[in-house]
């Protein structure tokens, strides 16, 4: 079935800094909003950062502003996550999501509104792993 195949995640001091990558596997991502979210332990999903369609407007949870960065590449159907100055909360397994016609809007997917109910992603990739430690 369509997804994504997430992929870049590594264990890495505080202060440190990764790329995660995105690629769809099974169809082409041309300009569909992507999302990219993570789920630490114990705790629920959340949408960190989300791409929009056309204008390729981006968009960032304010707990990670100015540290992450979205950008998609349309050629390799690839949307990435640049991650710098990691902190151990960061921790948690990254994965990424498409948003389907009548889904959720990617100031939704980051908590804009100030509600996580973000609804209607698919092609949910496994994830990747990004651990924060000393």
């Known amino acids: 079935q369509e997804q994504f195949v997430e992929s870049g995640g590594g264990s890495v001091q505080p202060g440190g800094s990764l790329r995660l990558s995105c690629r769809a596997s099974?169809?082409?991502?041309?300009?569909?909003?992507v999302g990219w979210f993570r789920q630490a332990p114990g705790k629920e999903r959340e949408g960190v950062a989300c791409?929009?369609?056309?204008?390729?407007?981006?968009y960032l949870r304010k707990s990670v502003k100015g540290r992450f960065t979205i950008s998609r590449d349309v050629a390799k159907s690839t949307v990435y996550l640049d991650m710098v100055n990691l902190e151990p909360d960061d921790t948690a397994v990254y994965s990424c999501?498409?948003?389907?016609?009548?889904?959720?809007?990617?100031?939704?997917?980051?908590?804009?509104?100030?509600?996580?109910?973000?609804?209607?992603?698919?092609?949910w990739g496994k994830g990747t792993l990004v651990t924060v430690s000393s």
């Open positions: 999501a498409v948003r389907k016609p009548g889904g959720s809007s990617c100031q939704q997917v980051v908590g804009d509104f100030g509600d996580d109910n973000y609804y209607g992603m698919d092609f």
């Open positions: 791409i929009a369609s056309s204008d390729g407007s981006t």
């Open positions: 099974g169809f082409t991502l041309d300009y569909y909003p």
